[in-house]
């Protein structure tokens, strides 16, 4: 599952998700929906991500879900994300370097609220 979040409504500009388990195109065209909406009312955005667990997904779903959503990417300007699984801390570290106008975190879920507040501020 992926979806949008609660977060604090006065944080607008952060697009509050969470993944747990198997995340299939309906999960991506709902979250690119509120994405889109929410370009149009701030210059950028920002992503707070929370991954409890990461399910199977096929190659062709990422590919073809990521392809529209990283046409987005220069308008994001923070990425938070909160996990306890290794390989996604890895990975988040590997983006941040290859997305130098994104400042990317990592936070374990007991640095949840710190995460929040980094991302918000």
């Known amino acids: 599952?992926?979806?949008?979040?609660?977060?604090?409504?006065?944080?607008?500009?952060v697009v509050?998700?969470?993944i747990?388990?198997?995340?299939?195109?309906?999960d991506f065209a709902n979250v690119l929906s509120d994405i889109?909406?929410?370009?149009q009312q701030h210059d950028t955005l920002r992503l707070y991500?929370?991954?409890k667990s990461m399910?199977?997904?096929?190659a062709s779903t990422v590919f073809s879900e990521l392809k529209d959503a990283i046409k987005h990417w220069d308008r994001f300007d923070k990425l938070a994300v909160v996990t306890d699984v290794e390989g996604v801390r890895t990975a988040t570290t590997v983006?941040?370097?290859?997305?130098?106008?994104?400042?990317?975190?990592?936070?374990?879920f007991d640095g949840r609220e710190s995460a929040r507040q980094w991302v918000i501020g």
């Open 1 to 13: 599952m992926l979806r949008i979040a609660p977060f604090p409504s006065d944080a607008d500009h």
């Open 16 to 18: 509050p998700l969470e």
């Open 20 to 26: 747990d388990g198997e995340v299939g195109s309906q």
């Open 36 to 39: 889109e909406q929410r370009l």
């Open 49 to 51: 991500i929370e991954i």
């Open 55 to 58: 399910g199977g997904m096929s």
């Open 95 to 108: 983006l941040d370097k290859l997305a130098p106008k994104m400042d990317c975190e990592t936070y374990r």
